[in-house]
């Protein structure tokens, strides 16, 4: 499903960000990304997600070669994944719904089938009912919860996570990763960065320790 073979990623202005990585993820897997702030997290999410693109090496997500792709073909690549990034900021201008229709507003769903997925995805995360409130309304878990919905409305098969956890409690937190857990429970294969290890540790799921852009043992 997700392939790294000798991955390297070096930014404009020489920070080897990633360094001859190599690693797979099985269909249907639930990984966590371990690692300080700098170790590469985000990155290495970023090239599974097509926003960044490996320097040396080949990124293989769901049977397509992303090193090899043309820039044009990224979207639908981008179709079968779902991000909860940090820089994926609500709107708060529009309500939760609208906030959720996003993605399925830009595939080009059927306004009746949209209704219907974003109130599956609304009732998944535990934020039924709460359609047309303003987001600002919402609590700082509430809106980690928004995000999920928004990032798994159009029923991706691969969901991504950049440290879901970041901003929360750990009462909160662990709530969000039992959230992940339980798509990850429908066949969704998930990967979630965090810094904080302890999170992970209940799950017996492997971990992926990234310093420096390379594992660590
Ligand atoms: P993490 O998510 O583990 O905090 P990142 O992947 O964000 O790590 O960063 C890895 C390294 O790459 C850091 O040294 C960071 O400063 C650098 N980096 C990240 N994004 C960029 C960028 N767009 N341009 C230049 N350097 C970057
Ligand atoms: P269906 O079309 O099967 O009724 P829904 O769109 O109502 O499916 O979604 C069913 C539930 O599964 C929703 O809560 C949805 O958030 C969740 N889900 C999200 N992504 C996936 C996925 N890739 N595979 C399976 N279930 C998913």
């Known amino acids: ?20 990585l190599s690693f797979t993820i099985a269909a249907g897997e639930m990984v966590f990304l371990a690692g300080h702030s700098g170790a590469g997290k985000s990155t290495l999410l970023k090239l599974v997600a097509g926003i960044e693109r490996a320097t040396a090496g080949n ?20 179709q079968h994944i779902g991000l909860v990034f940090q820089d994926h900021k609500i ?3 529009r309500s939760v719904l609208d906030n959720v229709m996003m993605p399925l507003d830009i595939i080009g ?20 009912g709460k359609e047309k409130t303003a987001p600002i309304r919402l609590s700082g878990g509430e809106q980690q919860r928004l995000c999920i919905a928004r ?29 992940f857990k339980s798509f990850h429970q429908v066949g969704v294969t998930v990967l979630i960065s965090a810094h904080d290890e302890t999170l992970m540790e209940d799950y017996g799921r492997r971990i992926l ?6 594992f660590a043992s």
């Open 1 to 20: 499903m997700i392939q790294f073979d000798q991955v390297s990623k070096r930014y404009p202005g020489g920070i080897d960000a990633l360094k001859n």
């Open 59 to 78: 990124v293989l997500v769901n049977g397509q070669n992303l090193s090899k792709l043309r820039a044009s073909q990224l979207p639908y690549v981008r």
């Open 91 to 93: 709107l708060y201008d």
């Open 109 to 128: 769903y059927d306004r009746r089938e949209a209704l219907r997925r974003v109130r599956a995805a609304l009732d998944k995360v535990g934020l039924a």
């Open 151 to 179: 990032a798994v409305v159009h029923r991706p098969a691969i969901l991504l996570a950049d440290e879901p956890s970041a901003n929360l409690d750990r009462a909160y937190a662990l709530d969000i990763m039992e959230l």
């Open 209 to 214: 320790r990234l310093r420096e852009g390379q």
